[in-house]
């Protein structure tokens, strides 16, 4: 499968994710989500690999800033709990492959 239709579909998912977190009327989730989606249309974009690579660990870091947000929440985001998991292992296997052209710098993951 081709790489950017991975990430296509990435993006999709991601704002699926960000459709419910607007339901959830918080407005820190909403930011913060919203910036995910951002810097994940930044790597879409991305001319060099290097930008690539930052722009998805960027993304990365603030969907799992939005994890943190929603747990706050309690019951209330239980819809968009499946729907991060997903953005979030999509995440990071694209984060994985864009390091591997960055000879294999996985530090970033944590």
């Given at each position: 499968m081709n790489m950017r239709f991975k990430r296509f579909l990435t993006l999709q998912f991601a704002l699926a994710f960000d459709r419910a977190c607007s339901t959830l009327e918080n407005d820190?989730?909403?930011r913060v989500s919203r910036l995910m989606?951002?810097?994940l249309t930044v790597s879409h974009?991305?001319?060099k690999r290097e930008d690539e690579a930052k722009a998805l660990f960027v993304s990365l870091t603030y969907l799992r800033d939005c994890?943190?947000?929603m747990e706050g929440l309690g019951s209330a985001a239980a819809a968009a709990r499946?729907?991060?998991s997903?953005?979030?292992d999509r995440l990071e296997k694209d984060c994985l492959d864009a390091a591997a052209g960055e000879d294999g710098q996985t530090r970033m993951l944590g």
């Amino acid at each position: 499968m081709n790489m950017r239709f991975k990430r296509f579909l990435t993006l999709q998912f991601a704002l699926a994710f960000d459709r419910a977190c607007s339901t959830l009327e918080n407005d820190e989730l909403v930011r913060v989500s919203r910036l995910m989606l951002h810097h994940l249309t930044v790597s879409h974009h991305a001319q060099k690999r290097e930008d690539e690579a930052k722009a998805l660990f960027v993304s990365l870091t603030y969907l799992r800033d939005c994890k943190d947000l929603m747990e706050g929440l309690g019951s209330a985001a239980a819809a968009a709990r499946p729907l991060w998991s997903r953005v979030h292992d999509r995440l990071e296997k694209d984060c994985l492959d864009a390091a591997a052209g960055e000879d294999g710098q996985t530090r970033m993951l944590g």
